[in-house]
């Protein structure tokens, strides 16, 4: 049985700024468990992606008002495992599957390539998405670091 | 360390040196100030120097990717340099190495 060595929860207004703000404290918490760099670049990476997806799509049209958040929720388990679970409750994606495809965006092709769920899964050790239209997003990251 | 993005001019080659952090937020500044250098100099190649980078994403990939075709509609080659062993993996992981006009090189 795995067990729960640190937990934190954050919530974040959605917007440009905190995407870095999320890799810097994520970092911070991670660091308990030793990671090499090479891990937590990878940890950074697909919580970087993640996060602007909520910057770039769960809140549209809105410029960035006060109740768009980001929730995020971070464990360590004794097990090495680290477990990002990074939700919205914006707009939604309306097919998973869709989205979850190499170079697949709605976002405009100048600044997005459809790389990010790729990114995600490929730093990662599993990535689940779970989204309902008009409801919201999460994404749950898990990274197991070697012993 | 620089935190914001520098670009020099030399010859027909421009080198853009990339800022410490190169996320969604920070891409979009520098993909203007890009272009424009770009149309205005018409380079024959265009150096992205990543040496200065602690940290990138896609949102790097779609900089490169977007200054390639901007690129090749001049005729010019985008070279990537400088880039540490996780950002050659996501640059290779991203297939943007597959544009035609688009290497890697160490110096």
Redesign the interface.
Known sequence: MKRIINEMKLRLIARGENESVCRAIISAFVAELNPTVEELCDIRCAVSEAVTNCVVHAYPDRGGERRDYIYISVRLYDTREVSVEISDRGVGIENVELARQPSYTTGEASERCGMGFLVMESFTDAMTVKSKPGRGTTVLLKKILKP | MQTTLKIVANEDKLRAYLPR?L??????PI?EVLDRRLFEEKPTVLILDFSGVE?????A??LI??RASACESLGAAVILTGLS??QKK?VR???ALRTKNVSITEV
């Open positions: 952090e996320d969604h937020h920070a891409a979009r993909r940290f990138m994403d896609s949102s990939i779609a990717i977007g062993e996780h996501l992981l991203s297939g």
